[in-house]
């Protein structure tokens, strides 16, 4: 028996298992990001049906719609140069990198050069969640293993301070 009344209790539910509800605007935008990155990557879909599709996609209105279209136009267009910042943490050619975890890398070469509100550190954690939910049975161990170096590289200055 505990001493703790049953409102000091954590929590039963744990953090992988929260509900959709928890997560953030900012989340749900990576997470419809690397839906349409696929798209991108695999179909060579036009960027304008991609974005028109995902946009209609259930739970979408819940997603921050101008981080979303950042990390789509800006993955989309620059995905040369981030790729080109990229590849010098991987193991193997980016064209030998699946799809999904490809795109996770663009998502996260691009936040860490365009979007410096973002931390660092929240950087790593979304692109290993999203390799996590998207990705591979030990895609979030690669992902990591490529998004820290690179975050390193990008954000010398905020790497050093945590």
């Known amino acids: 028996m505990t001493d703790q009344a049953p409102s000091d209790r954590a929590p039963a539910t744990p953090k ?4 959709a509800s928890d997560k953030s605007g900012r989340t749900r935008a990576r997470e419809f990001a690397v839906q349409a990155l696929y798209q991108h990557l695999v179909g060579q879909n ?14 979408f209105h819940k997603a921050d719609a101008v981080h979303f279209d950042a ?9 040369s140069e981030l790729e080109t910042l990229i590849a010098p943490y991987l193991d193997r050619d980016i064209a ?16 860490f050069k365009q979007c410096l509100d973002v931390p660092l550190r929240v950087v790593i954690n979304e692109c290993i969640e999203l390799a996590k939910s998207f ?15 690179l975050g390193q590289q990008l954000r010398p200055v905020e ?3 945590s």
């Open 46 to 59: 036009p960027i304008a049906h991609i974005e028109t599709f995902t946009r209609d996609l259930t739970g």
């Open 135 to 149: 990705g591979g049975t030990d895609g979030h161990k690669f992902i990591n293993g490529v998004v820290h170096p």
């Open 71 to 79: 990390l789509l136009t800006g993955c989309t267009q620059d995905q």
């Open 16 to 19: 992988a298992m929260r509900k």
């Open 96 to 111: 030998h990198v699946s799809p999904i975890e490809r795109g996770i890398l663009l998502i996260a070469a691009f936040e």
């Open 159 to 161: 790497a050093k301070a």
